[in-house]
């Protein structure tokens, strides 16, 4: 299969796209003011251990304390376990507002074939690898390099992995356990022990197959460098293509899913055939509303209905993806009128998320109410999470990186070196504490002058253009 995979690079924030036969399925971003992700291993200090919720709260260098249930702490540190101790801490499940990171102490060190695991033994195979002569061959070979007291889980993208790639991926992580071993108690708290990989580089191994060709497209030559390099010792077998652009460019508007990333942004998104889909998010859960508009209007009501839900089934399952959701999504179809409807209808969704989405969704039967149920688990936060408030409002950073786009732009296109933005004086004074206002006169060769406008609100602006 041929996938695209576009790194588009700014002083706000970075933004990758997956692209498949050319349709974007995936949308990561990166914040600049990203501290910790999850694979980060850093060093955490027990500040409470509450015994009737089986955890205890970390300080491991965050705003908010992290949760460490006991179910993932190591046995030679849950009996020591007290308030003081120190002891390495890997996030499992990042969170936004009042919720702190869910933690665990069990540490895993990621790589494209393998995980390796520092305070577990034994050798685990994906369960999904069903040829036993494989999975025997594999475990004969991890074991050649492997360390007694040192665990492996064997991804499934290794069943086609040669014996040098796998020999070669576990030396590299066992040099990174002993590494972890020699640090993990001597260091203070919120001190990185593992690096995590770059966003890019997570993605790239999360998406990337032995079958696929793959071209990475990006406006960054040192990101593009990194990539290469990675690949020649890692994906060796895989097919890569490079193309760097100048970082004045817009890689997605270049490569036209600029409209795709705008919509993940919208609440309301409208098919092809004048329905639409509403997606709104609740503590619980996610509720996709679907919405015949003018749809059905003079058609053939059986047909222009089932063919509605199937259009806003697949592009609901394109924004589950797009957006990073997770949890219980509902999706609440237009009136079906039988039992078999219902059927045809869980049998093409199912279809289409298991070709899409298989590992991380599942697809449950509609219910009487048409409500057709999903459970999705999560692996990053989803988008409006971290480029929105708990308010709903969006985040300065965002505010600034519209602000960089329309400057990128006008650096690329124009011989405009004077820039005036006006704005309030709270987004003001993040663009000066953060310096984001000295960061994009060096990086595109203009004058930003900042001007407070007492009329603007906190997150609106106005920019004019000056040649000299």
Not at 235 to 254: A, D, G, H, Q, S
Not at 288 to 317: C, M, P, Q, T
Not at 414 to 436: F, N, V
Not at 451 to 466: N, V
Request: charged share 30%; net charge neutral.
């Amino acid at each position: 299969m041929h996938k695209q995979i576009l790194i588009d690079d700014a002083l706000s924030f970075m933004r990758i796209g997956i692209l498949s036969e050319g349709t974007l399925h995936q949308v990561y971003i990166q914040d600049e003011e990203d501290v910790l992700s999850q694979n980060t291993v850093v060093q955490g200090q027990v500040q409470k251990v509450v015994k009737n919720l089986k955890a205890a709260f970390i300080d491991f260098g965050k705003d908010k304390n992290g949760l460490l249930h006991f179910s993932g702490v190591p046995e030679t540190y849950l009996k020591h376990l007290q308030p003081g101790m120190r002891l390495p801490v890997q996030v499992q499940k990042e969170n936004k507002g009042e919720k702190g990171d869910r933690l665990t102490a069990m540490v895993s060190i990621q790589g494209y074939y393998l995980v390796a695991l520092p305070f577990e033994t034994g050798i685990q195979i994906s369960k999904k690898i069903k040829d036993k002569h494989i999975k025997a061959e594999l475990k004969s070979w991890i074991e050649e390099v492997a360390l007694e007291d040192v665990g492996f889980i064997v991804r499934t993208n290794a069943e086609k992995a040669s014996k040098e790639e796998l020999i070669d991926e576990a030396a590299f992580l066992l040099e990174k356990v002993t590494q972890f071993r020699k640090m993990k108690d001597a260091m203070q708290k919120g001190t990185t022990l593992i690096e995590m990989d770059s966003l890019y580089w997570q993605v790239i191994k999360e998406h990337v197959t032995p079958e696929d060709s793959v071209e990475i497209i990006c406006n960054n030559d040192q990101i593009l460098k990194d990539v290469e390099e990675r690949q020649k010792v890692f994906l060796k077998n895989v097919e890569f293509t490079y193309k760097v652009y100048p970082y004045c460019e817009n890689i997605f508007r270049l490569f036209s899913i600029e409209k795709d990333f705008m919509d993940i942004l919208k609440r309301k998104i409208w098919l092809k055939n004048g329905g639409n889909i509403v997606v709104d998010y609740t503590e619980a859960m996610t509720v996709i509303d679907v919405n015949s508009a003018k749809a059905i209007e003079g058609k053939n009501s059986n047909v222009a209905v089932r063919k509605l839900n199937e259009l806003a089934i697949e592009e609901s399952l394109y924004q589950i993806m797009r957006r990073n959701l997770s949890g219980i999504i509902i999706i609440d179809l237009v009136d079906l009128k039988s039992k078999e409807d219902r059927i045809q209808l869980y049998e093409f969704a199912k279809k289409r998320f298991m070709a899409l989405d298989g590992r991380r969704s599942k697809i449950y039967p509609l219910t009487e109410l048409d409500l057709l149920q999903i459970t999705r688990t999560k692996k990053y936060l989803p988008i409006h999470q971290k480029l929105k408030t708990a308010e709903g409002e969006y985040h300065f950073n965002y505010i600034f990186f519209e602000i960089e786009q329309k400057i990128k732009l006008t650096a690329s296109e124009t011989a405009m070196k004077q820039i005036y933005l006006y704005g309030h004086s709270e987004l003001l004074t993040w663009i000066k504490t953060t310096e984001r206002d000295r960061l994009i006169e060096e990086t595109y060769g203009i004058k930003l002058h900042l001007i407070e406008k007492t009329s603007l609100s906190k997150r609106s602006y106005e920019i004019k253009y000056h040649l000299a």
